[in-house]
């Protein structure tokens, strides 16, 4: 019979009378009773110590059954109270009673009005599972003979244990759904939980579930969040997560932080919840003094996950973005807008490629340093597309100017919607192993957004230009070479009208206009680049483009030049057509 894991708190009285000049007078054979309530609910006696069951473990693993549990004791006293030697204890349904071994690292005395964790673990030799029914704190006097044994206390588990990946949560107040608020049951941290956020993406090694809990402190005082565990849950498996910031998370009174966990699982895992953990450790000495940490886990809650069809509130282009509150990317004096985001048919390549846009707008009186942001396309279908960041952007904005970060995402031909969810995300370094270190995403911003339709040669919008391909000549020459083979050559006169928004400051790294030639059977003649600054950038009136070295033996005609804007990215340059000039 499998166990079902119920979260309750057990909340059991010892005398206050554990000074540190000696043991206590314990009342004979006498059985505390135990009371169930929340940590935060419990009342007690003042100068008493109170001890609180956590949780208890059990799991059946390759190497036998490990079973764990973890106590709080609690000093209401004014004060030092010495925790004895006292021996922790579980019984099995079937009658069996196993000690529990006391972590080496288990603190010996609690200060006056203050509370210390303490660990208890064993592994059973066995390959059968077992059932607990309950829990006992005895006291064993090894010096008379035979030894006596005063139990302080046992309580019936019934139920609250848990069963590691086997571990089920019944009781419905544990049963969180997405976006609801939670504190830890049994923990006495007052801070508050709340899950924001889940990003998936795939890796060589499976795909990644990024899961990102909002974490406030109410209190009045400093607090650190607790050593967790977010597993993910599939129909079939539990897929475990660990905390991607390496440093405790510590947050002062009143403040509020972002905690993000990465679940790793196999490929097309579908999620249905995630289960929160604590993290237990248990240290061990050997006979050589040598120390062995091990840890276990005790699940709290379960959160279901949040529905695929989450409504994202529609975005008016040119608008600052509402980022969540506490993201640590984006400056408060930074405004960030999409400007243009274009969706081109790349029919040479296979594929549509479309490109978006980003200014960034200092409305502060110093200069903000540009954010690593990144970016991803969902369709309504589901499909996720990556945002390629432009290699190369300033790296800082002056105040009371603005720049421009473009990135491309390459869709299947098969993608026919024109509406996409836009999420903007940072990236998060996890815990450095070895000589890599992991990166994570997560999402910070995320709305719906029509694409905008394919423009005319007489108002190209490439932000902050827009381009007026006024009129175009296409020139064809010959002349003799060196040897008796004729060079061919082509000079494109046009004549363009450039318009900038004069706020916007552009430099080497903004996107270029590619000029290709292409004959009347698709083959490329040869093309050539021109950027908007520096040496040969682009002007405006007329001016003459020249094409030579060509891959042709002869003059064509019906020749067609197709204008691209190209961007470098770290993964080459990617080319959006946006004009054909026949």
Do not use: C
Not at 396 to 415: K, Q, R
Not at 541 to 567: C, H, P
């Amino acid at each position: 019979m499998r166990i079902q894991f119920k979260q309750v708190a057990m909340t059991l009285v010892l005398s206050s009378s554990l000074l540190i000049s000696g043991l206590p007078a314990l009342a004979d054979g006498g059985d505390v009773t135990a009371t169930t309530a929340n940590a935060a609910e419990v009342h007690l006696i003042s100068d008493n110590l109170q001890v609180t069951v956590e949780g208890v473990y059990n799991e059946k693993t390759a190497s036998g059954v490990r079973l764990g549990a973890v106590i709080r004791v609690n000093n209401t006293s004014s004060q030092t109270l010495r925790i004895p030697d006292y021996e922790l204890r579980v019984k099995t349904t079937d009658g069996i009673v196993y000690s529990l071994r006391a972590s080496s690292s288990n603190a010996r005395g609690v200060q006056p009005d203050s509370e210390v964790e303490l660990t208890y673990l064993k592994v059973v030799n066995r390959q059968t599972e077992v059932n607990l029914s309950n829990l006992s704190l005895v006291d064993v006097n090894y010096d008379v003979y035979p030894k006596q044994e005063t139990t302080l206390l046992t309580t019936p588990l019934d139920g609250a244990v848990w069963n590691g990946n086997h571990g089920e949560f019944k009781d419905a107040s544990l049963m969180k759904k997405w976006g609801e608020i939670f504190t830890i049951p049994t923990l006495e941290s007052p801070l508050q939980y709340k899950t924001v956020d889940i990003t998936k993406s795939n890796s060589n090694d499976g795909v990644v579930y990024v899961v990102k809990l909002l974490v406030s402190n109410p209190s009045d005082q400093t607090e650190t969040v607790p050593t967790l565990e977010l597993d993910g849950k599939s129909k079939t498996k539990v897929y475990i997560g660990k905390q991607v910031e390496a440093d405790s998370v510590k947050l002062d009174a009143g403040e509020s932080k972002y905690v993000h966990f990465a679940i790793r699982a196999d490929m097309d895992t579908v999620l249905d919840s995630v289960n929160v953990l604590t993290s237990e450790s248990f240290t061990q000495s050997d006979a050589t003094g040598n120390v062995k940490t091990s840890a276990f886990h005790i699940g709290k809650l379960n959160v279901g996950l949040p529905s695929t069809k989450t409504a994202v509130g529609s975005y008016t282009y040119g608008t600052p973005i509402a980022f969540e509150k506490w993201n640590e990317v984006i400056n408060q004096d930074l405004d960030v807008a999409l400007a243009e985001l274009h969706i081109a048919d790349n029919q040479d390549q296979g594929s549509k490629l479309a490109f978006a846009k980003f200014t960034l707008t200092n409305k502060g009186f110093s200069e903000i340093p540009v954010p690593a942001f990144q970016t991803m396309l969902s369709s309504p279908t589901g499909f996720d597309y990556t945002g390629s960041r432009q290699s190369d952007v300033p790296k800082s904005i002056a105040p009371g100017t603005s720049t421009v970060v473009s990135y491309a995402f390459v869709l299947p031909v098969a993608e026919t919607s024109d509406t996409f969810t836009m999420k903007v995300q940072n990236v998060i370094n996890g815990e450095a192993s070895g000589e890599a270190t992991p990166t994570f995403k997560s999402t910070i911003a995320s709305y719906q957004v029509t694409a905008q339709g394919q423009d005319d040669r007489h108002k190209i919008s490439l932000f902050p230009y827009t381009v007026n391909i006024k009129d175009y000549y296409l020139a064809q020459i010959t002349s003799p070479g060196q040897t008796i083979a004729i060079n061919y050559t082509y000079k494109l006169q046009i004549f363009m009208d450039l318009i900038r928004d004069p706020q916007v400051l552009v430099d080497n790294n903004f996107s270029k206009l590619k000029f290709e030639l292409v004959d009347p059977s698709g083959s490329i003649l040869g093309s050539k680049t021109f950027p908007f600054t520096g040496t040969d950038r682009l002007v405006n009136g007329k001016q003459t483009l020249t094409f030579s070295n060509l891959t042709t033996d002869q003059i064509q005609s019906n020749v067609i030049v197709r204008v691209y804007e190209a961007l470098n990215t770290p993964s080459g340059e990617v080319d959006r057509l946006i004009a054909e000039l026949k």
